[in-house]
Nanobody, 122 residues
Framework: VQLQASGGGLVETGGSLRLSCAAV????????VGWFRQTPGKEREFVAA????????DYGDFVKGRFSMSRDNNRNAVSLQMNRLEPEDTAVYYC????????????????WGQGTLVTVSS
């Protein structure tokens, strides 16, 4: 499945962004969807995942209630609402799809979007 990630940008500390991961070609509702982030020289870090039912979500420990992931099946997309952003959140954010749950492991994802850059200024 082809994925299109969007919504990144430049925001000040404490600001918000809403990332979107849209699927082309297949229904994203049939997949577990995960968000990971990556900075230069580091491995991709788990951010959040949502189960196929949409009722179960999981977040990385660093999120601490700041992010919220949800499905928008009408748009064939999944969103990641990010609030109270910090400079440490600066990274390229990638969405991926998997048939497996839980969604914390990078290796279980089959397809990835191109990434969207989030920059948080101090």
């Amino acid at each position: 499945v082809q994925l299109q990630a969007s919504g990144g940008g430049l925001v000040e500390t404490g600001g918000s962004l809403r990332l979107s991961c849209a699927a082309v070609g297949r229904a994203i509702s049939t997949y577990v969807v995960g968000w990971f982030r990556q900075t230069p020289g580091k491995e991709r870090e788990f951010v959040a995942a949502i189960a196929r039912s949409g009722g179960i979500t999981d977040y990385g420990d660093f999120v601490k209630g700041r992010f919220s992931m949800s499905r928008d099946n009408n748009r064939n997309a999944v969103s990641l609402q990010m609030n109270r952003l910090e400079p440490e959140d600066t990274a390229v954010y990638y969405c991926g799809v998997s048939r497996l749950w839980p969604g914390r492991r990078y290796s279980i994802y089959d397809d990835w979007g191109q990434g969207t850059l989030v920059t948080v200024s101090s």
